[in-house]
């Protein structure tokens, strides 16, 4: 199973300032169409996880343009560009490139 | 606006069944591949199964393999999933979710809370 590993586990953030999450996966994310199937989740306290990006970059409808997504084969980062109250959560990233998808641990994103 | 409804949570003890269902509707059901995915209190997300838009292929993670069943419903836009052989360890929410295009997971429902004890 490929593993992914997201740091930091926690991260205090001030209004208005950026935000970096980083994630790393045990083997690259690049499926054999060329595509990497790594997406962004947020869940925000009580709430079903919704998703943010997908395939490294790719900003899901609705999504605010302060929200980015970079990184290729094995290690990847979502940005926030300035925090917003709203933005307080738990982030995850995932793979879908191969069976069993798979997880990060999460990371808390606190004001 | 896509909906996903998931029901049929609840208590039951060790070794029993329980199935829980997920309601969806706002798209076309039978197009899509769907998802259980899973959180245990407090913890993070863990998948569970996926099932092919037509039903016909399955697949399902280590942890549950042998003992849950996901299925569908075309006909009637229902995915279910199936467990038997309950163990404590299975205590979680479980979410139903869609799998878009790039195999994205681009809408979840709410989640229905199974809780596995004596």
């Known amino acids: 199973d490929i593993v992914m590993t997201q740091t930091p586990l926690s991260s205090p953030v001030t209004l208005g300032q950026p935000a970096s999450i980083s994630c790393r996966s045990s083997?690259?994310?690049?499926?054999?169409?060329?595509?990497?199937?790594l997406s962004w989740l947020q869940q925000r306290p009580g709430q079903p996880p919704r998703l943010l990006i997908y395939?490294?970059?790719d900003r899901f409808s609705g999504v605010p343009d302060r929200f980015s997504g970079s990184g290729a084969g094995t290690d990847f980062t979502l940005k926030i560009s300035r925090v917003e109250p709203e933005d307080v959560g738990v982030y995850y990233c995932?793979?879908?490139?191969?069976?069993?998808?798979?997880f990060g641990q999460g990371t808390k994103l606190e004001i | 606006q896509v909906q996903l409804v998931e029901s049929g949570g609840g208590v039951v003890q060790p070794g029993r069944s329980l199935r829980v269902s997920c309601a969806a509707s706002?798209?076309?059901?039978?197009?899509?591949?769907m998802h259980w995915v899973r959180q245990a209190p407090g913890k993070g997300l863990e998948w569970v199964a996926v099932?092919?838009?037509?039903?016909?292929?399955?697949s399902y993670a280590d942890s549950v393999k042998g003992r849950f069943t996901i299925s569908r419903d075309n006909s009637n836009n229902a995915l279910y999933l199936q467990m038997n052989s309950l163990r404590t360890e299975d205590t979680a929410v479980y979410f139903c979710?869609?799998?878009?295009?790039?195999?994205?997971?681009?809408?979840w429902g709410q989640g229905t809370l199974v809780t596995v004890s004596s």
């Open positions: 979710a869609r799998a878009g295009s790039g195999s994205r997971l681009d809408n």
């Open positions: 706002e798209f076309t059901f039978s197009s899509y591949e």
């Open positions: 099932i092919s838009y037509d039903g016909r292929s399955k």
């Open positions: 083997q690259s994310l690049e499926h054999s169409d060329g595509n990497t199937y």
């Open positions: 395939k490294i970059s």
């Open positions: 995932t793979q879908a490139t191969q069976f069993p998808y798979t």
